[in-house]
């Protein structure tokens, strides 16, 4: 069974332009949640989406947004890119129910120049 | 607020000698995952507990987690090189799949 794919891998881009990266979860799951990963700030929650609606937020600006398909495919959109956006962005995937198991992607390594 | 603190942030030792990674909270989670992750990849699951006490052996790794479900222990007995990553616990709660996660334990296992 194929597990989360992220596309994609690497994206360098500069201050003020947008980006858009892609999580494919795995086969069945229906609840996609993203995670950006900084060495100062660890790993942090943006948002979780499920059956095409956004069940949870973090603490992000709304200059980062996000939607998912009917498919459950999941896009997360940033905006007006800054340098501190330089992450790795990290994709879950998990079947749904509360609390359930979370599966991540490789990851996407965001570069802001 | 990091309301998962993992100790120690950093862990050297030689193979074959035992090593415990601590994940501490002052909130009570109704499930706890562990992850292990490498350079430039995304975090691989490893296990997760939900019962208060419960305890977990995966080969040489044994999971422990609170009466309380505030806290967690992550033990590895007999170290190898294999074992050299980024260890990070997480917690969720029963309202959606939102994980908060510790930061990190970083172990090097030299052989």
């Known amino acids: 069974k194929a597990g989360v794919t992220q596309t994609p891998r690497y994206l360098i881009k500069t201050r003020g332009q947008q980006v858009t990266l892609s999580c494919s979860p795995i086969?069945?799951?229906?609840?996609v949640s993203w995670y950006q990963q900084t060495p100062g700030q660890g790993l942090q929650f943006l948002f979780e989406?499920?059956?095409?609606?956004?069940?949870n937020k973090g603490n992000f600006p709304g200059r980062f947004s996000g939607r998912q398909f009917s498919n459950s495919r999941s896009e997360m959109n940033v905006s007006t890119l800054e340098l501190g956006d330089s992450a790795l962005y990290l994709c879950?995937?998990?079947?749904?129910?509360?609390?359930?198991?979370?599966?991540f992607g490789q990851g996407t390594r965001l570069t802001v120049v | 607020t990091q309301l998962l603190e993992q100790s120690p942030q950093f862990l050297s030792i030689q193979e074959g000698e035992n090593l415990t990674v601590y994940c501490n909270s002052s909130?009570?989670?109704?499930?706890l995952q562990w992850y292990r992750q490498e350079p430039g990849e995304g975090p691989v699951l490893l296990v997760t507990?939900?019962?208060?006490?419960e305890v977990k052996k995966l080969k040489r790794l044994t999971f422990q987690f609170g009466d309380a479900r505030k806290d967690s222990s992550l033990h590895i007995t007999a170290a190898q090189p294999g074992d050299t990553g980024l260890y990070l616990c997480a917690g969720g709660r029963a309202a959606g799949n939102k994980l908060t996660f510790g930061g990190g334990t970083r172990v090097l296992v030299k052989p």
């Open positions: 879950a995937s998990s079947w749904g129910g509360l609390g359930t198991e979370a599966f």
């Open positions: 909130s009570v989670f109704s499930s």
């Open positions: 507990v939900v019962t208060g006490g």
């Open positions: 989406y499920f059956s095409e609606t956004q069940r």
């Open positions: 086969s069945g799951h229906r609840s």
